[in-house]
Each structure stands twice: as structure tokens, then as C-alpha cells.
């Protein structure tokens, strides 16, 4: 997961996730889902966000199905689901891979019938997507580069920003 440093038309940020960069044996688990709560708590430093929740733009064109750490998936999902003070307002899964239909299942399984509702998946070419996610209010100037947009991801910087800051 990565800060984007943006919020959509409603006030909601935007926080950008790549699966395809996870490699389940560099890290434990738990180490994992430390480094999402550090996030989403770092998220939760703003009042709006508290508010009105986030707004999750996932990017798993790349992903690979050994990738795939159900362990961790389960632990993050309960960790925001039932222990964090954070309200996921939409789920956008954007340029999906094929494989994706196999694991859709088993990540719905994780998901309540709250989130199961603000899930939407996005398929077709970079500009069908970007036009399909202005239809929620995510435009292009709001969007990570990967998936189209122009907002270029730089998690090293943010996490250099927060130490600075003694955060």
C-alpha cells in the first residue's frame, strides 16, 4: 500500500495498492500487516479521513498467483474490518489479471457484505478505466501513474517526510 497524498471530490484519500510487488518469503506476516496499520493509521492523522473514510485503488495487473499469501490477506482484512477506526468508503480493483477471477472468490470470502458492496472492478484499457473511475469522482489528476493517472507514487519519500517529522 501506498500513500498517494490525495483525496477524491468527497474528501476521502486515496490510498494505492500494487500486489505485485509483494514477495510472501521476504517477509513474515505479521511484519506485513504492521506496515499496513502504520499506514492506515497515519491516514486516520486526518480528521476528513476519519470522517469519511478511504478510498482503496488496487492495481494487480502485474500479480502472480504465488504472490498470493492468504495468511496475510485474512490478517489484513479482520485487522481493517474489526480492529482499526477506519472506514473503507470504496474498494476500486483496477486492470485485473486473468488469474483474478480464480482469486476474486477467496478474497470475497474475506470481505463483509458492507465492503462486498463498495468493491468495483475496473477492466478494459488505461483510457476505458480512467473514464470508468471518473464516473466515481477518481479523475485522472487524483490517480496513481500505474493505473493511468498522474499522481507518481513515492512511498520512500513519504516514509523520509514522516521520520523528519518524528512520526
Not at 500494487?18 to 506476516?29: N, Q
Not at 497515519?42 to 495468511?71: A, C, I, M, R
Request: glycine share 8%.
Amino acid at each position: 500500500m501506498n500513500m498517494t497524498g490525495k483525496c477524491d471530490p468527497s474528501g476521502r484519500s486515496i490510498l494505492f495498492g500494487d500486489p505485485s510487488k509483494m514477495d510472501p518469503g521476504a517477509y513474515e506476516a505479521k511484519s506485513m500487516c504492521r506496515a499496513l496499520w502504520y499506514i492506515l493509521h497515519s491516514l486516520l492523522e486526518n480528521e476528513e479521513t476519519q470522517k469519511k473514510g478511504v478510498v482503496f485503488l488496487l492495481w494487480p495487473h502485474n500479480f502472480k498467483p504465488w504472490q498470493l499469501d492468504k495468511k496475510l490477506l485474512k490478517m489484513n482484512s479482520e485487522s481493517v474490518r474489526a480492529c482499526i477506526p477506519l472506514r473503507v468508503s470504496a474498494l476500486h480493483v483496477c486492470h485485473p489479471p486473468k488469474i483474478f477471477a480464480i482469486v476474486f472468490p477467496i478474497l470475497k470470502m474475506f470481505m463483509g457484505e458492507v465492503l462486498r458492496k463498495r468493491f468495483r472492478l475496473h477492466s478494459g484499457n488505461t483510457e476505458e478505466v480512467l473514464k470508468n473511475l471518473e464516473k466515481w469522482g477518481l479523475t485522472r489528476d487524483i490517480v496513481a501513474s500505474p493505473i493511468g493517472g498522474d499522481v507518481e507514487i513515492d512511498m520512500h519519500g513519504w516514509i523520509a517526510k514522516r521520520r523528519a517529522a518524528g512520526k
